[in-house]
Nanobody, 126 residues
Framework: QEQLVESGGGLVQAGDSIRLSCEYSGRRFDRDVMAWFRQPPGKEREFVAG????????HYLDAVTGRFFISKDDVKKILYLQMNSLQPEDTAVYSCAARPGQSSIEIASSRTYNYWGQGTQVTVSS
């Protein structure tokens, strides 16, 4: 059974760093486009970062470019999101997601993803 399981969320202060992990299993997720999305309280879910298979090319939401970094270890089967210089507006439930294929087309569209984790809460206090 395909599974994506996030961990690493918590309560931090503005300016702190935190790393989220998403362990994947049950299919060849190493061949999929993988991404992180977030849903701030009372708002719609939004794309944060994505990574393509094989090339490891990355894509980011403008608001996190230069602060957040997505990576993955296909041997350990873990997707990461390193988040630096966190701000209160980064408070959200963060979820990892995956979809078959290698294309970056519509990488920011949540409707194109087939597999989702349960999410992990990140709260940034000012």
């Amino acid at each position: 059974q395909e599974q994506l399981v996030e961990s690493g969320g918590g309560l931090v202060q503005a300016g702190d760093s935190i790393r989220l992990s998403c362990e994947y299993s049950g299919r060849r997720f190493d061949r999929d486009v993988m991404a992180w999305f977030r849903q701030p309280p009372g708002k719609e879910r939004e794309f944060v970062a994505g990574i393509l298979p094989f090339t490891f090319r990355t894509h980011y939401l403008d608001a996190v470019t230069g602060r957040f970094f997505i990576s993955k270890d296909d041997v350990k089967k873990i997707l990461y999101l390193q988040m630096n210089s966190l701000q209160p507006e980064d408070t959200a439930v963060y979820s990892c997601a995956a979809r078959p294929g290698q294309s970056s087309i519509e990488i920011a569209s949540s409707r194109t993803y087939n597999y989702w984790g349960q999410g992990t809460q990140v709260t940034v206090s000012s």
